[in-house]
Nanobody
């Protein structure tokens, strides 16, 4: 099993920045990809960005150019640097990890609120 602990959410004004962190523990060797989803009130959970063990990344069009995902394999941690935040980025952000068996583990979620 893999355990995920997130940190870094909070309240920020539009145009500001936040950095989310997600530290993995447990069966680390089984981890393939890691990343972030988000869910706003009344909306479906959507992919924000992901990064594979080899360093390949993908991200939603809505965050391209503003959000950057990175991974520190030595610390088993994935980061999401969020710049130029907009009110529509307000959501609960969930860290995930995809293990080689195809199973997905989720973090507990961290609230990001962007005020206008």
């Amino acid at each position: 099993q893999v355990q995920l602990v997130e940190s870094g959410g909070g309240l920020v004004q539009a145009g500001g920045s936040l950095r989310l962190s997600c530290a993995a523990s447990g069966s680390i060797a089984s981890i393939n990809a890691m990343g972030w989803y988000r869910q706003a009130p009344g909306k479906q959970r959507e992919l924000v960005a992901g990064i594979t063990s080899g360093g390949s990344t993908n991200s939603a069009d809505s965050v391209k150019g503003r959000f950057t995902i990175s991974r520190d394999n030595a610390k088993n941690t994935v980061y999401l640097q969020m710049n130029s935040l907009k009110p529509e980025d307000t959501a609960v952000y969930y860290c995930y990890t995809l293990v080689w068996s195809g199973y997905i583990y989720w973090g507990q979620g961290t609230q990001v609120t962007v005020s206008s």
